[in-house]
């Protein structure tokens, strides 16, 4: 069963920083790529960014690029999302998702961990 | 403005078919895979529609997605309570380098 665990949300003031993580179990993890998407509250879905299997390949939407980090650690099969200079426009429920077969198909997600910008 | 568009709300009664459309552009849908997706209240996303019409195993059939030039269309026939939630269509865009979703259509069944 594939499983989607993230994990690393939290209140923060603008500016500051959060590191994001997601678990998951179930699948061949370096084969697939891997999304970050958020949910601002009562809001619709924005894709966040992207990263190959094997890492070489990173996709960051504009909103994010330059301030948030994408990465992998294959060996333990984890997503994780840096998340620097952070706004309250930032704040959002934070979804990892597994890419197949393509983007933009996004065929598990987690749950969703929330990350609130505020002072 | 919005790279893809949806309606804001669409509606039907049990039974019926309803149709949620979804609008870009040649460097999006034009020339991309779309992908369907259902949202219920307070629940993740879940994938319904991948490369434009093919469903993952478990999705009921009553859910058919299509695609022609810059518009796509999700259908859902023989509607079910259970199908009230939010949908959003999604595509990568070849000029701004990204996956976009478009801003989401609530279906309420009346």
């Known amino acids: 069963e594939v499983q989607l665990l993230e994990s690393g949300g939290g209140l923060v003031q603008p500016g500051g920083s959060l590191r994001l993580s997601c678990a998951t179990s179930?699948?061949?993890?370096?084969?697939?790529?891997m999304t970050w998407v958020r949910q601002a509250p009562g809001k619709g879905l924005e894709w966040v960014s992207t990263?190959?299997?094997?890492?070489?390949?990173?996709y960051y939407a504009d909103s994010v690029k330059g301030r948030f980090t994408i990465s992998r650690d294959n060996s333990e099969n984890t997503l994780y999302l840096q998340m620097n200079s952070l706004r309250a426009e930032d704040t959002a429920v934070y979804y990892c998702?597994?890419?197949?077969?393509?983007?933009?198909?996004?065929?598990?997600w987690g749950q969703g961990t929330l990350v609130t910008v505020s002072s | 403005q919005s790279v893809v568009t949806q309606p804001p709300s669409a509606s039907g009664t049990p039974g019926q078919k309803v149709t949620i459309s979804c609008s870009g552009g040649s460097s999006n849908i034009g020339s991309n895979y779309v992908c369907w997706y259902q949202q219920l209240p307070g629940t993740a996303p879940k994938l319904l529609i991948y490369k434009n019409d093919q469903r993952p195993s478990g999705v009921p059939d009553r859910f058919s997605g299509s695609k022609s030039g810059t518009s796509a269309s999700l259908a859902i026939s023989g509607l079910r309570s259970e199908d009230e939630a939010d949908y959003y269509c999604?595509?990568?865009?070849?000029?701004?380098?990204?996956?976009?979703f478009g801003g989401g259509t609530k279906l309420t069944v009346l």
């Open positions: 999604a595509t990568w865009d070849d000029n701004l380098r990204g996956v976009f």
């Open positions: 179930g699948f061949t993890f370096y084969t697939y790529a």
């Open positions: 998702a597994k890419v197949s077969p393509s983007l933009p198909s996004l065929n598990y």
């Open positions: 990263i190959s299997g094997s890492s070489d390949a990173t």
